[in-house]
């Protein structure tokens, strides 16, 4: 029997729970995972298998929900920080201590790639998130919607630091003419 303590830790916990990003990631890490176990050839594949895509449902979609919950923060900057630095670096430490713990510790560069990875990662999934795609709830589009998005969001993605770098071209321009008419 759950006491009403833990019913209202349970329904926080799905609360934040995003089943899109969860169902996304955990079919890409199992494609992944199948690739490498059947060029490995390992028995059991379907095992370990199984075991990524319940952690990596689990896990990404809690993720993903504690992110889009940092959306509705009234400091943006604070929200931004958590969704691109605080909950995937959270998330690596957690991953890098459940492979210390499993004796299966990876490199120090290796941890580092994956960590700048995850913070691209999430600087991508931020601006999904800010353009309106893969949110859950009363927020949120059918999932199809947001998989038509995806071209459009991966576009104005990669143009984002030229457009920024150009917007700070064009003030620092103005500030030396209005320097210069002084």
């Known amino acids: 029997m759950i006491s009403s303590r833990g019913n209202l830790i349970l329904e926080q916990a799905l609360s934040c729970w995003n089943w899109k990003c969860a169902l996304v990631s955990a079919s890409a890490r199992s494609m992944v995972y199948l690739a490498a176990l059947a060029r490995a050839g390992l028995r059991g594949g379907a095992a370990i298998v199984l075991v990524e895509v319940a952690y990596v449902a689990l896990t990404a979609g809690l993720y993903a929900g504690l992110q889009q919950k940092a959306l509705g923060l009234r400091c943006r900057p604070f929200g931004n920080f958590i969704v691109v630095l605080a909950v995937p670096m959270l998330a690596q430490l957690l991953d890098w201590v459940a492979h210390r713990a499993a004796g299966a510790t ?5 941890t580092f790639a994956v960590c700048a990875y995850a913070i691209v990662s999430a600087l991508f999934h931020l ?3 800010r353009g309106g795609a893969f949110l859950t709830g009363g927020r949120g589009n059918s999932l199809l919607e947001d ?3 995806v071209p459009r969001l991966v576009g104005s993605f990669l143009l984002r630091p030229l457009l920024l ?3 700070l071209a064009a003030r620092l321009a103005r500030m030396a003419e209005s320097s210069t008419a002084l």
């Open 147 to 149: 998989f038509r998005r």
């Open 127 to 129: 601006h999904t998130m």
């Open 106 to 110: 990876a490199p120090w560069r290796a």
């Open 165 to 167: 770098l150009s917007g």
